[in-house]
């Protein structure tokens, strides 16, 4: 090939590199930057109250298999319930908490990650007991007071960015839980009444410093175990209830943890609910399977609170201590609640099949393109076939090798922490970039068609995902497996431009120099 027609192809390569980067980039941002469009200013009623302060104590990234640990826990749940809720997505801390004061969804309640501070523009427990009189306190990192300002009559902050590693030393992270609690328990014990959230964040350090089944994990979670006891130990008068949960779990990848995707180690938490206004007689954990967005309503119904009006979930009045009539009242407030919200809310199951079908057009016109370029690149290939086979084969073995010895996976999970995102992406990159260098060496003649080839294979899975999942958050988030997937797809087709570019430069460097001589 000449050096003016590589310099050419270069410059196509590269264009949709950037391309796939913008395409990326906007995928991200519909999530990142989404605003609830919803609000509601309906007036639901109350009801009585079944207990007159009620705990919610938010555990930060305990997996259920730690909780079962947690004397704390086992204690509580023989005078009430014990179980395992289902996270909402993405399984991250501040859109859980969004969620476990609201009911909604993060979609619906607009906290869709933990940079994002926009306070939800629906209605909240913290809302309604503004309106209905009812005390709140929160004891816990600042995202609380930051989402929900105004609302919280009481707050007490602790904000600290907890490493472990590189010392691997779970030390700091103890001291640092003790002296939180130590100025905790004093802080609820003065809120007599209402709605009290304390927040024990302490295990999601050690979770992604060390791994969701690590030793020094287990050891933190029982620090948080030995405060949650303190927290009952100085609150249960036999007036109060309490809530425990976790915001979500962690995996444990080669001795690392993390959250946010959809392993069901992240998305199954522990669930306790005792005290008063709740049947008491001890269930065996496991009992209760209920959702994160039924939280909301639960701590509603206890408080006499009006539910949450765009609440998903419903209160769990099984294991609510209700006369028959309680009961009925209960269960008539929680139905004119649904269906306000069913008016309020597109239903998710025909919204994301008419979604869908608006996709046909553009994803089937894109995956035609990709198709005749990834044919025509496949044509101009100046090797034999069984060397353009071998090179797409190469490429793929050696990217899935390169990619698992990375550590990478297809799942926010496995990023490990927040700021580890841009060297996720970039060893991702990186692992294309030298797979296209390796398989380019069969085609040694015709790189850059090779790299059109691999752009044009990793677009159309795109395109297919796309279609079938959505890229960018519409009205409902789009799969997040699928989507994360895709979004490392794009970031190799522009580290295969950029590498393409690499190349067309040599070669026009190296033909200048065969020029001169
Ligand atoms: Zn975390």
């Given at each position: 090939m000449t050096p003016k027609k590589s310099g050419k192809l270069a410059a196509v390569l590269l264009a949709l590199g950037v391309t796939a980067v913008v395409v990326a980039d906007s995928a991200w941002k519909t999530v990142s930057q989404h605003r609830s469009p919803y609000h509601s200013s309906a007036n639901l009623p109350g009801g009585e109250p079944l207990t007159r302060r009620a705990v919610l104590i938010v555990l930060d990234g305990v997996r259920v298999d730690a909780a079962r640990d947690m004397r704390s826990l086992q204690e509580l749940e023989r005078r009430g319930f014990g179980g395992t809720l289902t996270t909402i997505l993405p399984s991250l801390s501040r859109p859980a908490r969004a969620t476990l004061v609201t009911g909604a969804r993060p979609e619906v309640h607009?906290?869709?990650?933990?940079?994002?501070?926009?306070?939800?523009p629906i209605p909240s427990l913290f809302s309604a007991a503004r309106a209905t009189g009812v005390h709140t306190a929160v004891a816990g990192d600042s995202s609380w007071a930051r989402a929900f300002p105004d609302q919280i009559d009481a707050v007490q902050e602790f904000d600290k960015e907890l490493h472990a590693s590189p010392t691997r030393d779970a030390g700091p992270i103890l001291e640092w839980q003790k002296q939180v609690c130590d100025a905790m328990v004093p802080f609820l014990q003065q809120q007599s009444s209402g709605l009290l959230v304390a927040g024990v964040t302490a295990p999601d350090a050690a979770g992604h410093d060390f791994?969701?089944?690590s030793e020094l994990y287990a050891e933190v979670v029982q620090a948080a175990d030995a405060c949650v006891s303190r927290i009952i130990g100085a609150l249960d008068d036999g007036e109060t209830t309490f809530l425990i949960t976790s915001d979500h779990g962690h995996i444990d990848h080669r001795g690392q943890g993390g959250h946010g995707g959809t392993e069901p180690e992240v998305t199954t938490v522990p669930f306790v609910l005792a005290g008063k206004g709740v049947h008491s007689g001890g269930q065996p954990l496991d009992a209760v399977q209920a959702s994160q967005l039924d939280v909301a309503p639960t701590l509603a119904a206890l408080l006499g609170l009006p539910l949450p009006a765009l609440a998903e979930g419903r209160p769990l009045e099984l294991l609510l201590d209700l006369t028959d009539q309680q009961n009925a009242e209960l269960r008539a407030r929680s139905d004119q609640q649904q269906a306000l919200m069913r008016q309020l809310l597109p239903d998710p199951g025909s919204t994301a099949a008419s979604e869908r079908i608006g996709r046909l057009t553009v994803s089937s016109t894109i995956a035609m393109a990709l198709l005749g370029m990834a044919g025509l690149a496949l044509f101009r290939i100046d090797a034999p076939w069984m060397r353009r086979l071998l090179a797409v084969l190469t490429f793929l073995l050696v990217y899935a090798a390169l990619f698992w010895a990375l550590g990478l996976q297809y799942s926010l999970s496995a990023v490990v922490r927040e700021e580890y995102l841009n060297s996720f992406f970039l060893r991702n990159a990186a692992a294309a970039a030298v797979a296209f260098v390796a398989a380019a060496l069969w085609t040694p003649r015709s790189p850059l068609w090779l790299g059109l080839l691999l752009q044009g294979l990793l677009g159309l899975r795109v395109a297919r995902t796309y279609y079938r999942?959505?890229?960018?958050?519409?009205t409902y988030l789009p799969n997040l497996d699928a989507s994360f997937r895709s979004y490392l797809d794009l970031l190799a087709m522009a580290a295969i431009g950029a590498a393409a570019c690499l190349f067309a430069l040599t070669l026009r460097l190296r033909a200048g120099r065969t020029r001169v001589s």
């Open positions: 607009g906290v869709m990650t933990n940079g994002a501070h926009q306070p939800p791994g969701g089944r999942f959505g890229l960018f958050l519409e």
